[in-house]
């Protein structure tokens, strides 16, 4: 009663070829969403970066727009994005400019040199910044937001 199984001949099972084929396949696709994945994340840092540009340009010009022609120094270092921790050289700093122009003439104002009667002038803040990781190597980024006051 011993029974000796026999395959048919249209039954087969894979070779090495296929099978390593298979894998190379299945390779490429885990290479290829694991790189589209890291360029997700690095490209979501820089938007949190610049969102926080934004964030500190658009606050700046809110709290002094109710000044009356009052404006801190320009190019003052700003901490874009910090990871509160003691090591130097791991925050992402920038620069804050702030251009007072009378929008009359183009003229570049000066807390020396604001016009007398006091006029309508144009607010432009700048915050100038080197991104972070692998998305920010070597490239200069700009947030810039404009607004008007009036006296």
């Not at 010009?61 to 921790?85: A, D, I, K, M, Y």
């Not at 700093?93 to 002038?121: F, K, R």
């Amino acid at each position: 009663m011993n029974r000796v199984r026999t395959y048919s001949a249209g039954r087969r099972a894979f070779t090495l070829i296929e099978c390593v084929f298979a894998l190379g396949i299945c390779s490429v696709i885990a290479v290829a969403t694991l790189s589209s994945l890291t360029f997700a994340r690095a490209k979501n840092e820089l938007e949190q970066e610049r969102t926080r540009a934004h964030q500190i340009v658009t606050q700046w010009l809110e709290v002094n727009r109710f000044n009356l022609f009052t404006w801190t120094s320009t190019l003052s270092p700003q901490v874009l994005w910090g990871n509160n921790s003691s090591a130097t050289g791991d925050d992402t700093n920038g620069t804050l400019e702030v251009v007072v122009t009378n929008p009359l003439d183009g003229t570049i104002l000066t807390s020396s040199t604001m016009p007398n009667p006091a006029v309508m002038v144009q607010i432009e803040a700048t915050l100038t910044w080197h991104p972070r990781g692998a998305m920010g190597s070597g490239r200069t980024l700009h947030e810039t937001v404009m607004t008007y006051k009036a006296p």
